[in-house]
Nanobody, 111 residues
Framework: QVQLVESGGGLVQSGGSLRLSCAAS????????MNWHRQAPGKEREFVAR???????YYAGSVKGRFTISRDNAKNTVYLQMNSLKPEDTAVYYC?????WGQGTQVTVSS
C-alpha cells in the first residue's frame, strides 16, 4: 500500500523553528519527486517546496531563505526544516508525490 505519513507539526512562537517529516512506503522513493504544500484556514492549498529525484530543489517565494527541503532516500523520508517562522506560516502542511497525499500535519505559529 502506497502511503505518505507526515509528522513534526506543532505550536511554535514567531521566530521559532520546526522540522516536518514525511515517511513514504510502498513506492520507489528515490525515483519520486516529493513536494510540500500547505493550506491555511480559508485559503487554497499552495506549493511550498519540491525535491526532485534528480536533486533539483524549488521553493515558493514566501518561504525561500527560511525553509529547507531535504530527503533521505535510505529512510524513504523527506523533511522540511522551517526556520524564522511567522504567523502567516500557520497551516496544515502536506507532503505529496504525483496524485498521492498524506493526511497533513498542523503547524501553528503564535505572534
Amino acid at each position: 500500500q502506497v502511503q505518505l505519513v507526515e509528522s513534526g507539526g506543532g505550536l511554535v512562537q514567531s521566530g521559532g523553528s520546526l522540522r516536518l517529516s514525511c515517511a513514504a512506503s510502498g513506492m520507489i522513493f528515490r525515483l519520486a519527486t516529493m513536494n510540500w504544500h500547505r493550506q491555511a484556514p480559508g485559503k487554497e492549498r499552495e506549493f511550498v517546496a519540491r525535491s526532485t529525484e534528480y536533486g533539483d530543489i524549488y521553493y515558493a517565494g514566501s518561504v525561500k531563505g527560511r525553509f529547507t527541503i531535504s530527503r533521505d532516500n535510505a529512510k524513504n523520508t523527506v523533511y522540511l526544516q522551517m526556520n524564522s517562522l511567522k504567523p502567516e506560516d500557520t497551516a496544515v502542511y502536506y507532503c505529496n508525490t504525483k496524485n498521492l497525499w498524506g493526511q497533513g500535519t498542523q503547524v501553528t505559529v503564535s505572534s
